[in-house]
């Protein structure tokens, strides 16, 4: 054995050392300042991390793309629908009269909305577009109200860190960061192109996250949760879809 | 790293005579480590992009330009295929299983150890002189007498001599340069003006390209001119010397036990 090799041996120690607890700080700093998203577990893991932790740092005030009037898509795409439930269809025969929206978790003021209530507060549109998973996209108008009016209703607690929503389809929930939660753009959106918004489209209460692809923009929502801690929702992976194989966040 | 490639063996050392079967080793390997490693991480990465690419395409199997693209609007092409989606009318009575979900989670791991990867590669190539010595071709080497040369060679499937086997020729040269810097930073460009978050930042990736299912059709593009580069690649490979150019980018050893 030369001296050379010793050394080469000793430094790639040292190297290899520096680099493992170079990993663990940059983890434990990660997880910190909110960098690891709910379904950092398994194999793709690495990968996501990469993806939501920079996104985060490089996007976190960004506004997603504004398009003109005469760029919407005519006629606007309503992607396929799962058979909605009985539920659903009482409350569409009424004319959603009773369409509730019901808030609670790590909030100050739980409380349930109406859709003329939340149309009490300042309307906001915006004229962006819903980018599908699968590679297809349509530029709409979106009518309502920005989710940070409604969680600044319920006055969420300082310590909040996701904001989880259900829709009235089973097994339809999503959740997202305060980042996006309290972001300008993320709307609770009622209406579409100057109109109500349609059942194809969500009607009558969508949610808009529009730095997100479609499958984050959950349809029919009726019940957010807010809260710091995504284990005790479904399988603990922030949404429904990472359990159907999908990833947790969609800024891609 | 920086000086194991730099040296060129003396070309007798890599010349076995012809009477001789004894192994000539060189203490210079063929291709440094830094390469070796980077080469074939790159084509894990490249292979498994590919193939998740390939499955998230079978649930759009549609080509637009400019900003939106969708089924009540007219493709600039569609692929004869089948679809994991029953939105998309493709002739075919049946639909495939969806395999998006771990394509995707797949593709974009593999970007992001493609990039680093990448990264690595292109500092260490720098500082080494890998780039100035063995990939920019030199003033001789770049004039249009040895390009038309270096072509018919190409055409005629010459065989390249022992002493070309130790370094890239001029086509050769070219073709590597294309794809690292043209190729790989274009699929990248294309493929991160595809992100609503990203492009939310920095909307000029999206606008220059025209729009983001321009972006996507022009993703599908540059992926179609990566996997002709390595059918080419591995073809050029055969030609020269399947065992050996295979044993010098694994071992980095490239002297010739069998006689040719």
Not at chain 1, 83 to 111: E, T
Not at chain 1, 120 to 135: A, D, K, L, N
Not at chain 1, 181 to 191: C, E, I, S
Not at chain 2, 187 to 194: K, P, Q, R, Y
Request: glycine letters at 8%.
């Amino acid at each position: 054995m030369s001296n050379f090799s010793r050394r080469k041996l000793i430094t790639t120690g040292v190297a290899a050392s520096a680099g493992v607890s170079g990993l663990g700080v940059a983890a434990r700093l990660a997880q910190k300042y909110g960098l690891v998203p709910p379904d950092h577990a398994g194999m793709y893991g690495p990968g996501e991390t990469l993806t939501y932790a920079s996104q985060r740092l490089l996007t976190r005030h960004s506004l997603a793309r504004e398009f003109s009037p005469s760029q919407i898509s005519k006629p606007p795409l309503a992607n396929e629908l799962a058979p909605l439930p009985d539920a659903f269809k009482r409350l569409q025969a009424a004319g959603f009269a009773d369409w509730r929206l019901s808030i609670d978790g790590l909030v100050d003021r739980p409380g349930s909305f109406s859709l003329p209530q939340l149309k009490s507060y300042p309307t906001r549109s915006q004229i962006t577009m819903v980018q599908c998973e699968e590679g297809w996209s349509y530029i709409a108008e979106w009518i309502g109200v920005p989710l940070h009016h409604v969680l600044d209703a319920v006055s969420v607690q300082p310590h909040a860190r996701y904001v989880v929503y259900f829709s009235i389809q089973p097994d339809w929930w999503d959740s997202m960061d305060m980042a996006d939660a309290l972001h300008p753009q993320t709307f609770l959106v009622y209406g579409m192109n100057g109109g109500e918004l349609p059942v194809g489209n969500g009607g009558p209460l969508r949610m808009r996250v529009p730095r997100q692809l479609g499958y984050k923009n959950v349809k029919f929502i009726t019940h957010l949760t807010v809260t710091d801690n995504l284990k005790t929702f479904g399988k603990g992976l922030g949404s429904a879809s990472p359990e159907g194989g999908y990833a947790w966040y969609a800024g891609i | 790293m920086a000086t194991s490639e730099s040296v060129r063996p003396p070309l007798g050392a890599s010349l076995p005579s012809s009477a001789s079967s004894v192994p000539v080793t060189t203490v210079t390997p063929r291709h440094s480590a830094l390469v070796r490693v980077t080469h074939w991480i790159t084509t894990l990465c490249f292979l498994a992009l590919l193939l998740s690419g390939v499955e998230i395409v079978i649930s759009h199997p549609r080509f637009y330009w400019g900003e939106t693209g969708n089924v009540l609007t007219t493709p600039l092409f569609k692929l004869p295929i089948p679809s994991s989606r029953a939105l998309v009318p493709t002739g075919y009575g049946y639909v495939l299983p969806d395999q998006n979900g771990w394509s995707r989670y797949l593709h974009f791991q593999a970007a992001w150890i493609a990039v680093l990867t990448g990264l690595l590669y292109i500092i260490s190539i720098l500082l080494s002189g890998h780039l100035r010595k063995n990939l920019l071709p030199d003033k001789a080497g770049l004039s249009w007498r040895a390009f038309s040369t270096s072509i018919v060679d190409h055409l005629r499937f010459k065989r390249p001599t022992e002493a070309e086997a130790w370094s890239y020729n001029l086509l050769q040269r070219l073709s590597y340069l294309f794809v690292i810097f043209v190729l790989f930073p274009l699929v990248i460009w294309t493929g991160l003006a595809m992100s609503p978050a990203f492009v939310s930042s920095v909307p000029l990736t999206v606008t220059l390209l025209g729009g983001q299912q321009s972006a996507r059709t022009l993703h599908f593009f540059v992926s179609l001119a990566l996997v002709l580069f390595l059918l080419v690649h591995i073809m050029m490979v055969f030609l020269a010397g399947f065992r050996s150019r295979m044993r010098a980018m694994i071992t980095g050893r490239a002297d010739h036990k069998e006689r040719t």
